[in-house]
């Protein structure tokens, strides 16, 4: 059975840092891509960072700089660490793994597997 769960979301004033985690299950962890997503309301489902079989990081222009992907393969858990955030990032946020297609939209991509989603809101 597998499962991916996030934690770590929550209420934040702007210019403050939160930590999601993505705890996962019944899956090889190991050489899976992570991914991290997130969709405000009104807005499409969009890509914030993935990182690939290799360990390599990659992120989309709105969060170069503020936010970093990881993971800990002895946890079996990806995080994404988000500082200097702003009102922009209120989102629900989605970790995704085993992803064959990295798309920077919900809609392009192909991941094998999804969180249930944290909601992030800065204010």
């Known amino acids: 059975h597998v499962q991916l769960v996030e934690s770590g979301g929550g209420s934040v004033q702007a210019g403050g840092s939160l930590r999601l985690s993505c705890t996962a299950s019944?899956?090889?962890?190991?050489?899976?891509?992570m991914g991290w997503y997130r969709q405000a309301p009104g807005n499409e489902c969009e890509l914030v960072a993935s990182?690939?079989?290799?360990?390599?990081?990659d992120y989309a222009d709105f969060v170069k700089g503020r936010f970093t992907i990881s993971q800990d393969n002895g946890k079996h858990t990806a995080y994404l660490q988000m500082n200097s955030l702003k009102p922009d990032d209120t989102a629900v946020y989605y970790c995704?793994?085993?992803?064959?297609?990295?798309?920077?939209?919900?809609?392009?991509?192909?991941?094998?597997?999804w969180g249930q989603g944290a909601q992030v809101t800065v204010s």
């Open positions: 995704a793994a085993d992803g064959s297609v990295v798309g920077n939209l919900c809609s392009d991509s192909v991941w094998g597997y």
């Open positions: 019944g899956f090889t962890f190991d050489d899976s891509p």
């Open positions: 990182i690939n079989s290799d360990g390599i990081p």
